[in-house]
């Protein structure tokens, strides 16, 4: 709850400097809005903001579904397979010296101007954190669970899904709440590049219309969505995973 | 369980760092507690995860046999210091954690008299999180107990425990267990010397045997015979530590 009270804080914090900002330089609305007028022009565009958002919120959605099913079948099958560790690893970390960005242009040609394009983006941008955050947790099973297991004769696919995958859950839990937080960055990515739909495309069509408060309002609302994603992937993750949800405990009271 | 059986080992034992047993000859006798008593480094935990089947640091030439003949793995059942209760199951999935890992169907009323043995009949819901040291320990005991080995292999299980819960859970042990053939690996010189019908003491040199308190375990806290065994043990356990002191330090392996 104390959290949740400076968070409010903090937002109210940020809008009186913002608001002293455009009070003290006296700069115009359309160079930068006054938190008021921004307010405002969420209100008074909220259908079409919510149209857009509500495109965003899909492609999101649906690339954290796909990205993330894909990252955790990478990660057990690179902690079963040692070939697949020594052949996909260095490939994985070398996608990710690539930009994401400069690939959005290509998948925009590859796959249209409609959804499938950002959905694409967003799988790509959290398929490696959930991939690597996830088989680093399988990777650190304790030794003494191992040793029990072993003792008691456990069949091999017994100990990954009885054990390695449960053990390693909070860590996955910790790349999810990162993908969350990066699913709508790339889909908002795409739709610069190209689309007729979404924030991302609503900020580009304001941004070329001086209209800045709508600008500003549909940026607001996509940080609130991204906000939310998160703050649900925690939720579910605590919930989910373990009751204290912390990944230290569990690991402190383990052996190594 | 199918009657109790003797385990023998014999061999030797390297390490990267040399020789860590050599001619090493141990028997764990059927139906007994066989205590190993040692200071840290010195590989009475390598000498029982041999007898476990489980991975060392240690090349190990030797034989280790059944007093049947028959293979040991699959006949033991292992306990460690860290009750090593998996944080995401109930105590009740903890005790039938073998079955499940073996794919087969766990017996949950043998598993409820066995928590009920412990004194945790109540707590089959909780998860270990929710239970004092003491009480994850025992949980590991009716654990250890479900998966109905005849050799059971302990590997320093009280040592976490303070000494007024640990000298009860040796009780509660010492009952439970009756009939198996137990391999206790301590420290601790006043457990060996409360438990066992056989104590061992590792050391740089070989295996040392000393006299025997008298009466049968478990002894009492307070008997002077056992206190007297401790107070031997102890002093033998000073005498064979390094002189150096290089290895008092180092982790047990």
Known sequence: MRGWHSAVLAALLLGAVWQLVVWTTGVQHFILPSPGQVLAAMWKHRVLIGEHAWVTLVEVLLGLAIGSALGIATAIHLSVSATAQALLRPLLVFSQAIPVFALAPILTLWLGYGLWSKIAMAVLIIYFPVTSAFFDGLMRTPHGFMDLARTMGARPAAIMFRIRIPAALPALGTGLKLAAVYAPIGAVIGEWVGASRGLGYLMLLANGRAKIDLMFAAMLVLGVVSVGLYLTADFLTRRAFFTDGSEEAFRSRAPG | ?253
């Not at chain 2, 425990?161 to 009756?178: P, V």
């Not at chain 2, 391999?183 to 006299?211: K, Q």
């Not at chain 2, 009466?215 to 806290?221: I, L, S």
């Open chain 2, 1 to 253: 369980m199918t009657g109790a059986i003797g385990v023998t080992v014999r061999g030797n034992a390297e390490t990267s760092a040399g020789a860590l047993f050599r001619a090493l000859e141990l028997t764990l006798g059927e139906g007994q507690w066989t205590c190993l008593l040692g200071v840290s480094g010195v590989g009475k935990s390598t000498l029982l995860r041999l007898i476990a089947g489980l991975e060392t640091h240690a090349d190990f030439r030797g034989r280790i046999e059944a007093s049947d003949g028959q293979r040991i793995p699959g006949r033991v059942a292992y306990m460690a210091q860290s009750d090593l209760l998996f944080p995401w199951s109930s105590v009740l999935g903890n005790v039938t954690a073998g079955a499940r890992l073996r794919g087969e169907r766990p017996c949950l009323a043998r598993a409820r008299t066995l928590l009920a043995r412990v004194g945790l009949a109540e707590f089959e819901d909780r998860k270990p999180a929710a239970l004092s040291g003491g009480q994850r320990q025992r949980v590991a005991l009716a654990r250890t107990l479900a998966e109905d080995r005849p050799v059971i292999l302990l590997d320093e299980p009280f040592s976490a425990l303070d000494a007024h819960t640990r000298s009860e859970m040796q009780d509660l042990a010492f009952e439970l267990l009756e009939g198996r053939t137990v391999l206790l690996v301590t420290h601790d010189p006043g457990e060996a010397a409360r438990l066992g019908h056989r104590i061992h003491v590792m050391t740089a040199r070989g295996l040392r045997s000393i006299p025997m308190p008298t009466g049968e375990p478990p002894r009492p806290v307070d008997d002077p015979s056992m206190l007297a065994c401790q107070g031997a043990l102890h002093r033998l356990l000073r005498d064979s530590a390094p002189s150096s002191d290089g290895n008092r330090g180092a982790p047990a392996t």
